[in-house]
């Protein structure tokens, strides 16, 4: 059974599937060589019309272990989030603070603890200053549920912090492939602040940073703390639907890219190995269909990782020193945030001739 049966923030059965990737194994699961084709799930997007949260409508598998190496673009978001919210006194030293954590890295734990705050890591602390959540809530299955242990978790006067990736950045910069099993909601900036208001807690601050092509971060109190004079937060407005629409058609048009781009690029006799076996990199590859035939590897740093195959498609996971030693003409890479971390890591591969070319390249810009 995989209809939707109701919406994963306000419970209303009445929406609309706003986009279909088919049926895709889960992205954090990758297996060895000779283990059976992982199990595949339907991922689609669906929009509520009660509430406007875009979500997972199906049940979705849940993100296996992490095994990714941390960028050093995420490293870099939490340094600068920490700055600005210690610069803001949104967190204070000599506080206490709590993390929900994501499975997939990004931590502020070790940050917050230099910073000189008193972080403590489960409920029988009792309720602290700060609730830190970098990319968690998005895992939770129930979504209200969720938002509000964060909430309860917070004393009086404390500070939600909130680190998620807008459904604005999504659709902005076409990127229908960070929809991913195990990330059940989507919500733009609007719909999280009409959320976190259904919760008790006002939006106090925001900022966008750049990772991702837009990070959003809304740090919220609750509405009893505020003082009267507080100005509001400007926020943007709420994604419109046809946004979405235009989104789902910019699905066929990137997958038709990719594969065409591979197909000139074997007919040419060049070799493009992937570089970044990434789960945004499982749904772009699964979608389009391409195998080994058309991409024989994609690099990985993560050790975890080599060995194993992108599930669904099957292709090997290789070291980055595999990587330089089947001197590829290109290295297609599917994390762009990656970039400059990787040319500057592996200097051979543009001293050997070969290019890197980030996949959004191959991707229509942008959507609406
Ligand atoms: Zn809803």
Not at 71 to 89: F, I, K, M, N, Y
Not at 103 to 123: E, I, K, M, N, Y
């Amino acid at each position: 059974m995989t209809s939707m049966a109701s919406c994963r923030w306000c419970g209303s059965p009445h929406g609309e599937a706003v986009l279909d990737l088919g049926l895709q194994p889960a992205c954090d699961d990758f297996p060895l060589p000779d283990d059976p084709p992982a199990p595949v799930h339907p991922l689609r997007l669906w929009a509520c019309d009660g509430c406007g949260l875009v979500q997972l409508p199906d049940r979705s598998p849940v993100p296996q272990e992490p095994r990714a190496v941390e960028p050093a673009a995420l490293t870099a978001h939490a340094r600068d989030s920490v700055g600005w919210a210690l610069e803001r006194g949104l967190l204070v030293p000599g506080t206490s603070a709590r993390e929900f954590g994501s499975p997939h890295g990004g931590s502020w734990v070790h940050l917050l603890d230099t910073a000189g705050l008193d972080v403590r890591d489960d409920d029988r602390a009792g309720p602290v200053d700060a609730v830190i959540d970098v990319f968690g809530l998005m895992h939770e299955e129930d979504q209200r549920a969720g938002l509000r242990r964060r909430a309860d978790a917070l004393t009086p006067h404390g500070v939600l912090v909130l680190v998620f990736p807008p459904l604005e950045t999504v659709v902005e910069h076409g990127q229908w492939n960070a929809v991913r099993h195990g990330h059940h909601a989507y919500p733009s900036t609007a719909v999280a602040a009409r959320q976190l208001a259904e919760c008790g807690l006002t939006v106090v601050a925001s900022v966008l940073h750049p990772l991702y092509g837009g990070t959003r971060l809304l740090a919220a109190r609750r509405d009893g703390a505020l003082p009267p004079d507080a100005a509001p937060v400007s926020l943007p407005d709420d994604v419109p639907r046809a946004a979405l629409t235009v989104l789902a058609e910019s699905v066929s048009a990137g997958v038709t890219a990719l594969r065409t781009h591979l197909q000139q690029a074997a007919a040419a006799g060049r070799r493009v190995i992937g570089y970044g076996a990434a789960s945004r990199a499982v749904p772009l590859l699964v979608a389009a269909g391409i195998g080994p035939d058309l991409l024989p590897a994609v690099a990985d740093a993560s050790p975890a990782k080599q060995g194993r195959v992108i599930p669904g498609v099957g292709m090997p996971v290789i070291g980055p020193a595999e990587l330089v030693a089947t001197r590829p003409d290109e290295v297609l890479l599917f994390l762009p945030d990656l970039l400059d971390e990787v040319r500057s890591g592996l200097p051979e591969v543009e001293r050997s001739g070969a290019r890197w070319l980030s996949v959004e390249a191959l991707l229509p810009a942008r959507t609406g």
